[in-house]
Structures are given as structure tokens and as C-alpha cells.
């Protein structure tokens, strides 16, 4: 079949297509320099020095001050603090007679440095060594960092649940409405959960609730524009089929809507969680509660082996985390 | 019961859909609308259930006349089966069919699907009704087939014991023999409960066995209407050619 168009050229002295032009050549050059500076910038270039060196200093060439760094941290590691060796004088409530499960005294020295005179004083104390204490302490923190996370994703699905049906355009009351709760959780969504954490411990003082309200706040902006997402982009069919038979917004929202985004914001909240869980041992650092607090201060003071049994009960949180959500996700599918 | 009353539907566009046109659908009646695509079936539908404003005319259900504030009261007296099945994919077969009832069910009972026994009973006597099995009534919809689904849809558009039924394109994605099961069970359940039943089709031999009434649509305008015996030879060969015509643009579409 020919259509009757005039053509103004003949076939054969069509323009091609070309895969390598001057144009593009020289576009890839300018964004080679503009590379370049940038990763000067972020001392790119120092960080491959540096690594090389470390590399040689391994096989016996030259010293590094990356390996270094490396060896000062895992000599002192290893081996991981297990036990928790507490000095009697400074136990509240010591009974001699009731010991805890499994812990015995020992004797020791406890060397005291006094910085007006400069003088170390050496004394002998009876120690309360709990064989199992520091790693049962971890626990115990690491448990109330997986509750903060939890209680965060609570939180947040709390508050990005009604914002989500406002912030999607086929619910939304009103156009204004719809921009406005859209800013309102970019807003969320701009505020790292550390900036928000250090001015809530302002407000709320050292401990969990600032964490667990930092991380509601945060991710309530991302979940709830996934929600709204997740909500515009419903088949509308089964939607316009309920309201045609007169139901009520909400009840086409429950009936069409939800049925149809409720595996994908399942998802969406696993994702949340685990996040939010990785995120809360983070959040310590400054001063909102879970193990954070426990390693920002063991590390000040250079307890690099209470550090490694910290990040140990980290990475088994995160692993376990892992594996449980994939098998949940299997399951809810 | 329904009235169309020199109705007139215009699109942006400015393409005419429906030109002047005036109905009288009696009560219990089944009514084929017929017509190549692009006549004005679905916007004539759509006009009887408030989808779709006439820009011109009045569309009446009994007495009430179709506007903004009776919209509601009149939807809830049509029930309504779509031209892509339209059923819920992920919610059960069951709540698909008590779906239908969501207009009269309070804020609460719906929010957590409580449908009292009495409800459910009904789902259940009307899915018997157009032959499903109680196998059926917790699958998702999406595991049905095309002809299963048609069947939930038409139990969910007689739940709410509607007075008319509009049903757009019914069998359209079927297979001929599942379609004259299924405009059966339609018939049989519109017959059973004394509904009226609109319903758009484009084969003219599934309008000569189901219907009442034929009305003929071509280019927005009413260009047969009456009883399938009336239609002489002469217009029943129109019809055919439109129904070919059809066919053949179809076939050129996909050549």
C-alpha cells in the first residue's frame, strides 16, 4: 500500500541514524573533566592512594595509615566482650549471699587516675564477673531497638494512612487539599531521621521516645506518597463500577481500592520496618534511645571489643530480619 | 419506568452520541439495544445510571427525573453489569456479590465487610441462581473465567433488588456458547425478580432469541424499535450489513 505523499527526497539518501558523533564525543569529554574535578572533590583520588598503599603494606611494602587505623580497631576487638565485670563497691544492692545466675566474684586492681595530683592509685577490689552480662546487656538493647522500630512503622502508618487517601488525586476532598498534604510529606520526607531525632531529644529528652518519633516522622512522608501512589494508580473499573451503584467514596475506597493496593503496601510497610529497624541503631548516636546510645559511648572511651559484640548483635538482628520478612512476604502473597 | 425524553449527548469534541433521542422502556421488559460500535450504546447506558449528563432532554426512572440530587436514590434502583466485568479481582466472589449492597450498608459493617446472614444467604441464592457452586464463593474473582465472572457480575447487579438492570456488552469477551448461557441465567434472573433489562449487544441472532424488545441504534439515532418478530427481512439485512461492516473494520484493524 502507497500513500500519496510527496516526498522530498528519495529513499535511499535518507539522514541514518549515527551511534558515535563529534557531538556525542565531545559531550562525554566535558563530562569526563566535570567527573574528574568532582571526584577530586570527594578525594576519590586520595581514597584509591590510600588503598593501594594498604595493599602493599599488607605484603610487607611500605607503611599505611589505613591499615593501621584497620589494626588498631580489630586488635583491641578481638576477642569480643562477652562478660560483664562490675567492681562490688560500685552494686547498689549486693548480696554476697544471692549472686546472679552463674556469675562468681574474683579479685582484682582497680587503678584510679586522679588528674589534680597525677597520681594512679592502685586498689584491690572484689569484682562481680557475670559470664554472660555485656552479651545479655547487647540483647536487651537490641530488643528495645527492634521495639522502636516497630512502634515507629506504627506510628507512621497512623499518620500515612488518612494523609495517603488526601494526597491521591481521585480522593483527595479538593485540588488544594491534595498539593497541600503532597508538600506536607515531601516535608516529612525532607527531615533526616538523625536531624529530627537531635531536636526531639531537645524536646523530649535522652531516650526512645525521641528516636521512635523521628523515625514515624520520616518515614510517614515516604510511605505515605507510596500509599497515594499506590491509590491513583488502581484500576479504575471496579471503582467506577461500585460508585455507580451509588456506594459512598469511602466504601468504593474499601471495596475497589483496597482490596487491589493491599499486597503492594504490605510490602511497602515491610520495607519500612526493616528499614526503620536499621535506621533505630543508628539513631543512639545522638541520644534517642536503642543499642545507638550503648556504641556511640563505648566507643568514646575506645572499648573496641564491647564495640564488636555491639555490631555482631547488629548484623544477627539484620540477617534474622531478613530471612523472617522474606518468608513473611512469601506468606502474604 | 424509564423514560428518555428528546435526550442529546455531546462530547467535547463535538461528536454527536446520541441525537434526539426519545424511549419508553416498560416495566419487566428486556430490551436490546443494538448497533455497531460508536452508535451511542454505552453513553445511552450511561446516561440511565447518571455516569453521564445528557447535555440536552431528561432521563426519568418512574417519576424522578435524573439529576445531581436524585442521582444517588436512582442509582441504587439500577444495578449494573459492565462491558469489562468490572468485578473486584482480589476481594471473594461472595463479597463481590454483597458489594452490590454497599450503598444501603452502614459506614461501619462495611469498613470491617460484616454482612449479616441474611445478606449472605441471598448472595448465595442468587449465585445459585446463574450456576455457581459454593466452591466458588471464596475464590478471588481473577481465578474465575470470563464467562464465571460475567455470572458474579450479574448476581451482584441484582442484589440490591434493582427495578431496571443495565448491562453493557455482557458477553462481549465470550465464547458463543458461554454467551447464550449466560444472557440465560440474565434472562432467567431478570424474569425471576420482575426487573427491566437494557442490555447492549452487537450479535443481532443472541437479540432475536433474548429479547423483547429490539431497539436499533445507528449513529446516535433510533432507527429500529420494536418487537424481534417485527423486524421484516429488509431491516434485519441492515442490521446484518452493520453488524459485518463491523466485523470487517475489525478484521482490517488487525490485518
Known sequence: MKLDIEQTKPWQQWELHHAVTPKSLIILFILFIAFSFSAHNTELDKAAVETSKAVLSIVGIGDSQVLDGALRFTSKAFPMQISERTAISRLDDFDRNALPLFSYLEMGEEREYDALTEIWTIEKSEYLVEPLGYLWKVTVKMWETIEMGFWGTVICIMISLPLSVLASRNYTPHRFVYSFVRGWLSLHRAMPELIVALILVLMYGFGPIAGVLALAIHTSGVLGKFFADEIENAPPGPQLALKSSGASAFKVLRYAVFPHVYPAWIAYVQYIFERNIRTATILGIVGAGGIGMELKGRWDVFDYSHVATILLGIFITVVLLEYFSQKLRKHAL | ?255
Open chain 2, 1 to 255: 419506568m424509564l423514560k428518555f425524553e428528546s435526550v442529546s449527548r455531546v462530547y467535547d469534541d463535538g461528536t454527536k452520541a446520541i441525537d434526539n433521542v426519545s424511549l419508553h422502556i416498560r416495566s419487566g421488559e428486556i430490551c436490546v439495544l443494538l448497533g455497531p460500535s460508536g452508535a451511542g450504546k454505552s453513553t445511552l447506558m450511561n446516561m440511565a445510571n447518571g455516569v453521564v449528563e445528557p447535555s440536552s432532554g431528561v432521563v426519568k426512572l418512574g417519576d424522578l427525573i435524573l439529576n445531581k440530587k436524585n442521582r444517588t436514590t436512582i442509582q441504587r434502583r439500577i444495578g449494573m453489569i459492565h462491558q469489562q466485568l468490572h468485578l473486584v479481582p482480589r476481594l471473594s466472589v461472595l463479597h463481590n456479590v454483597l458489594a452490590g449492597l454497599l450503598p444501603d450498608v452502614e459506614l461501619w459493617r462495611s469498613i470491617i465487610k460484616s454482612f449479616s446472614v441474611e445478606e449472605q444467604r441471598r448472595a448465595c441464592e442468587l449465585l445459585d441462581e446463574v450456576g455457581m457452586e459454593e466452591k466458588h464463593l471464596f475464590r478471588r474473582a481473577s481465578d474465575l473465567s470470563g464467562g464465571q465472572q460475567q455470572r458474579v457480575a450479574i448476581a451482584r447487579a441484582f442484589i440490591s433488588n434493582p427495578e431496571v438492570v443495565l448491562a453493557d456488552e455482557p458477553v462481549a469477551s465470550l465464547d458463543p456458547a458461554m454467551s447464550r448461557s449466560v444472557l440465560d441465567s440474565l434472562k432467567t434472573a431478570a424474569k425471576h425478580h420482575g426487573a427491566t433489562v437494557i442490555c447492549t449487544l452487537h450479535q443481532l441472532d443472541y437479540a432475536l432469541e433474548f429479547a423483547d424488545r429490539i431497539i436499533a441504534l445507528r449513529k446516535g439515532e433510533i432507527f429500529f424499535d420494536g418487537h424481534p418478530d417485527d423486524l421484516d427481512s429488509e431491516t434485519q439485512n441492515k442490521l446484518y450489513q452493520l453488524e459485518q461492516s463491523q466485523n470487517t473494520t475489525i478484521e482490517q484493524v488487525a490485518a
